[in-house]
């Protein structure tokens, strides 16, 4: 089983940056690709980056493309988004999400779809707002 601790949501004013952190814990070994997610209200949740463990790809959504960046630091297992120049529809509930299974592939390209993750987060709020 997986799970993880997402941390790094609050408000801040448009322009203004964040960064959000994902630790899982349990069994990591076979993550192939990490995956940022996020939910506005009154909309689906939408994919906003891909990080691939397996060849370092990533991806991201177009309306996020130069502003968000995801990384990794192996060191401490966590998973981070680096959001800059935030804006105010970019305020949703953020969740990061692991894939386990080889069925898409292990490689970031393309939309990030949420059935191709497997795990879950709990969620972190951004509110963007002056």
């Known amino acids: 089983q997986l799970q993880f601790v997402e941390s790094g949501g609050g408000l801040v004013q448009p322009g203004g940056s964040l960064r959000l952190s994902c630790a899982p814990s349990?069994?990591?070994?076979?993550?192939?690709?990490w995956g940022w997610f996020r939910q506005a209200p009154g909309k689906e949740r939408e994919g906003v980056s891909c990080?691939?463990?397996?060849?370092?790809?990533?991806d991201y959504a177009d309306s996020v493309e130069g502003r968000f960046t995801i990384s990794r630091d192996n060191a401490a297992n966590t998973v981070y988004l680096q959001l800059n120049d935030l804006k105010p529809e970019d305020t949703a509930v953020y969740y990061c999400?692991?894939?386990?299974?080889?069925?898409?592939?292990?490689?970031?390209?393309?939309?990030?779809?949420?059935?191709?993750?497997?795990?879950w987060g709990q969620g972190t709020q951004v509110i963007v707002s002056s």
């Open positions: 990080l691939s463990t397996s060849d370092g790809s990533t």
């Open positions: 349990g069994r990591t070994l076979d993550i192939y690709a």
């Open positions: 999400a692991a894939r386990v299974r080889d069925t898409f592939g292990t490689s970031c390209s393309g939309t990030i779809y949420l059935y191709e993750f497997d795990y």
